[in-house]
């Protein structure tokens, strides 16, 4: 069986405004951990301590050439894989999944056809700002925020009558429902299992590439992480699901059961030099991704770092304008298909 090493950087559990982190980002490859170490040792035979940070790393020039070749040799030899998210961009479609196609999935309409969500997420990212004013948009997802992670329905008030205040804005249409309290467009808020930590998705995102890729069973050996374990049950439910189904997720890609995962285990970074490895290649993308944002000076190192990349081993969530290629590139999805499916295996 083979084994896949994984780890995740730019984590702040349900806060997903955070504005020193503002993607979340997680990377897998596989290889054993004898070779992981002559990788190491070749790249890096001066490095000091037990354990590679690629945050410590990154900040010493010498270190920017063997970071780059540790990177592209992973990606090209390692099947190296980075899935990286926008975290408010996915905090608006965690916002219109809980507040908005409820209300259209009680009356009969599919909200997730042809992408249309992803659409309305880009769109409220890019324009919401200035048709509502930044301070009330913000607003708006810092109340379902902390709605979503206090479920007191003193919270939920602030939401809704937050919402109302919006009505009458251009592209404020879609929060009637919720500003009229209706109650598809809360209740799942309060659900003791719903919140805004997005962990569990990054790594099934990654997972859904890997299972693509990977012809044979094989297990994830990921950073030990205490919010992985709260995970556990939903994760063993997921890798149950016996079931010969498909579900269309994009053009090019879909949800296939039953998985060829078959197990999910934690071991400590420190003593597994492929997880560090891992480390390496994330901490890259994230770097990258600050940089452009201005949250860390663009430097000669984080300005390559996606030169290594093509579109086999890198998987983004970034809002985008261009409709109509989001439009065909999401058509005839069975995303609504797959919501039922899945709450239905392992609520």
């Known amino acids: ?11 702040t559990g349900y806060d997903l405004l955070n504005l020193d982190q503002p993607v979340q980002a997680a990377s897998s490859l596989m290889i054993d951990e004898k070779t992981a170490r ?27 050439k063997p970071l780059l070749e540790i990177q592209k ?19 608006i479609l965690r916002f219109l999944d809980d507040c908005v196609e409820p209300f259209f999935y009680q009356n ?16 409220l990212y890019y324009t919401a700002g200035t048709l509502w004013g930044k301070k009330q948009f913000e607003d708006l997802l810092y109340l379902y925020l902390r709605a979503s992670k206090n479920k007191s329905i003193l919270n939920i008030h602030l939401l809704t009558d937050h919402a109302k205040s919006l009505i009458g804005k251009e592209l404020s249409e879609f929060l009637l429902p919720l500003s009229r309290k209706v109650e598809s467009c809360t209740k799942d808020i309060l659900k003791p ?18 299972e693509e890729i990977i012809d044979r069973e094989y ?7 205490n919010k992985l374990k709260t995970y556990k049950k939903a994760i063993e439910r997921f890798i149950g699901i016996s079931e010969n189904i498909s579900f269309k997720a994009t ?4 949800f296939n059961f039953p998985l060829k995962l078959s197990a999910v285990e934690q071991k400590d970074s420190k003593s597994s030099f492929a997880i560090q490895l891992a480390d390496l290649l994330v901490g890259g993308v994230v770097e990258h991704c600050m940089a452009l944002k201005g949250l860390v000076p663009k430097n000669d190192y984080n300005q390559n770092v996606m030169e290594s990349y093509d579109d086999l081993n890198l998987v983004t969530m970034f809002p985008s304008i261009d409709f109509e290629d989001n439009r065909q590139f999401r058509q005839n999805n069975q995303s609504y298909e797959f919501v039922d499916f899945i709450a239905e295996k392992i609520s």
């Open 73 to 91: 040799a992973i990606l090209n030899d390692f099947m190296g894989i980075t899935y990286v998210c926008d975290k408010k961009y996915f905090l």
């Open 108 to 123: 009969g309409i599919n909200f997730f056809k042809d992408g249309h969500n992803y659409a309305l997420a880009s769109l």
């Open 251 to 254: 053009n090019i890609s879909s």
């Open 38 to 64: 002559g990788l190491i040792d070749d790249l890096f035979p001066r490095r000091q301590g037990k354990e590679l940070k690629h945050k410590k790393l990154s900040k010493r020039k010498s270190y920017w």
């Open 1 to 11: 069986m083979k084994t896949v090493y994984m780890d995740e950087s730019g984590y």
């Open 193 to 210: 299992d719903n919140d805004t930590d997005i962990v569990f998705i990054v790594i099934l995102s990654l997972v859904n590439r890997l």
């Open 219 to 225: 297990m994830i050996v990921h950073d030990t992480s």
